[in-house]
């Protein structure tokens, strides 16, 4: 335990800096997640192949080889920009196929009248998504994508070894390798950060899964 209490310092520096990591790639993938939910259920035919192609490849394709390509196959491109926003987009981007499977169920557990009554009344397909499915199928959304949300602070762990500097998985590297502690202790520590973030996550989206459940 020594190890933590001499170190604790670059402990919560890590957690400061894999929480904006989660925060910033949540947002992302929230945000293209639902759009290409949109595409998966439009109908249009080459926005349904667009959504369906992003999700096989993104959700077949490994999580380091996204940042793999992200980190060295990216600025081989001539587009160039910190290893932060690399890691924290190829996250986003690898969730959000994730994102859009779990959206999508909700959308189909929506009863297709609803859909309908819509286009009774003039409304058009994004409008009718935005304004009466999209609102109805959150109950339906929420234990899904909570776990899908999860999920993706856990693997943000895989995006610090991309060279994101002062996340958890980099302290825990640079304490058991440049410094020579001990292994056990140092990965304690860095467990012990990731559920400091996931247990209060996992605690919060059970109380809005029982609040929605009350209002149904």
């Given amino acids: 335990m020594q190890v933590l209490i001499d170190n604790y310092h670059l402990y919560l520096r890590g957690l400061g800096t894999t929480l904006q ?3 910033y790639a949540g947002l992302l993938t929230l945000v293209v997640g639902t759009f290409i939910a949109g595409c998966r259920v439009a109908p249009l035919t080459p926005l349904r192949a667009f959504g ?3 999700v096989t490849v993104f959700r077949n394709c490994p999580l380091a080889v996204v940042l793999f390509f992200m980190a060295f196959g990216i600025p081989a491109l001539g587009i160039n920009a910190s290893y932060f926003v690399f890691g924290t987009i190829g996250l986003a981007l690898y ?3 994730f994102v859009c499977e779990a959206i999508r169920s909700g ?5 297709p009248g609803q859909a309908e009554a819509a286009r009774s009344v003039g409304l058009g397909f994004g ?3 935005r304004l009466v499915i999209l609102p109805q199928a959150v109950r339906s959304i929420i234990p899904p994508l909570g776990s899908v949300m999860i999920a993706m602070i856990k693997n943000s762990a895989i995006a610090g070894a991309f060279g994101i500097g002062g996340d958890l998985y980099a302290v825990g590297i640079r304490q ?3 410094q020579g502690e001990e292994i056990i202790p140092v990965l304690l520590g860095v467990a012990l950060g990731y559920l400091i973030i996931t247990i209060p996550a996992g605690l919060l989206l059970g109380y809005v899964e029982r609040k929605v459940a009350i209002a149904r």
């Avoid at 959308?107 to 009863?111: D, E, G, T, Y």
């Fill in 127 to 129: 409008q009718t998504l």
């Fill in 95 to 97: 969730t959000s196929a």
């Fill in 107 to 111: 959308i189909n557990a929506v009863s």
């Fill in 176 to 178: 058991s390798s440049a």
């Fill in 21 to 23: 990591i989660c925060l």
């Fill in 52 to 54: 369906t192609a992003w």
